[in-house]
């Protein structure tokens, strides 16, 4: 009897040391992850500032502003088709000089900025005076020339709102 009891309390002892095994590896999984998730912390945090804003509020590259200013003009008249979009990329590259590859991502980053605002002339103030304090007035009277030659470009029914597109973004450049 007294060997099975002995027996009994080792068994016990053993589970009570697996069970506490156990625990210690789940508290320190636990650990591990809170470190990783404070560790995290910075990026889910620029990345809740950034999703909380509208589309043209998250451009930092001023290429990228041009572009979706550029999209913009075009998506006025109508929704662009693939050799509007060909020949915007094509304009757009040699206004910055970058290969034609680069350039139509820009033009597709521009135009899913664009793509958030029900009307593209929502976002021309933003934009425009973001372009005349990071580049100049001189850039932007060159990318309002291609402004106005991918909107002439693009068939549609939307001439006046081209034009006024356009006005709009040489007042608020002061290039008008």
Same mark, same amino acid.
């Given at each position: 009897?007294?060997?099975?009891?002995?027996?009994?309390?080792?068994?016990?002892?053993?589970?009570?040391?697996?069970?506490?095994?156990?625990?210690?590896?789940?508290?320190?999984?636990?650990?591990?992850?809170?470190?990783?998730?404070?560790?995290?912390?910075?990026?889910?945090?620029?990345?809740?500032?950034?999703?909380?804003?509208?589309?043209?509020?998250?451009?930092?590259?001023?290429?990228?502003?041009?572009?979706?200013?550029?999209?913009?003009?075009?998506?006025?008249?109508?929704?662009? /088709?693939?050799?509007?979009?060909?020949?915007?990329? *094509?304009?757009?590259?040699?206004?910055?000089?970058?290969?034609?590859?680069?350039?139509?991502?820009?033009?597709? *980053?521009?135009?899913?900025?664009?793509?958030?605002?029900?009307?593209?002339?929502?976002?021309?103030? =933003?934009?425009?005076? *973001?372009?005349?304090?990071?580049? /100049?007035?001189?850039?932007?009277?060159?990318?309002?020339?291609?402004?106005?030659?991918?909107?002439?470009?693009?068939?549609?029914?939307?001439?006046?709102?081209?034009?006024?597109?356009?006005? =709009?973004?040489?007042?608020?450049?002061?290039?008008?």
């Amino acid at each position: 009897m007294h060997i099975i009891l002995g027996l009994l309390s080792v068994l016990g002892a053993i589970g009570v040391i697996i069970w506490r095994i156990h625990a210690a590896s789940q508290a320190a999984r636990e650990i591990a992850d809170a470190a990783g998730e404070f560790a995290n912390m910075p990026r889910k945090m620029r990345f809740r500032h950034k999703a909380g804003k509208r589309g043209v509020d998250v451009i930092d590259d001023p290429r990228e502003a041009a572009a979706a200013l550029v999209y913009g003009a075009a998506r006025t008249k109508g929704d662009p /088709g693939p050799e509007d979009k060909t020949i915007m990329a *094509r304009r757009l590259a040699e206004l910055f000089a970058i290969p034609e590859a680069e350039a139509s991502e820009f033009l597709a *980053r521009g135009a899913w900025h664009m793509g958030a605002l029900n009307d593209p002339v929502n976002g021309v103030n =933003k934009l425009a005076d *973001r372009l005349v304090r990071e580049v /100049g007035r001189d850039a932007c009277a060159s990318l309002l020339a291609v402004m106005t030659e991918t909107a002439d470009a693009v068939e549609g029914p939307g001439a006046d709102q081209a034009l006024y597109y356009t006005r =709009k973004f040489a007042e608020r450049t002061g290039l008008r």
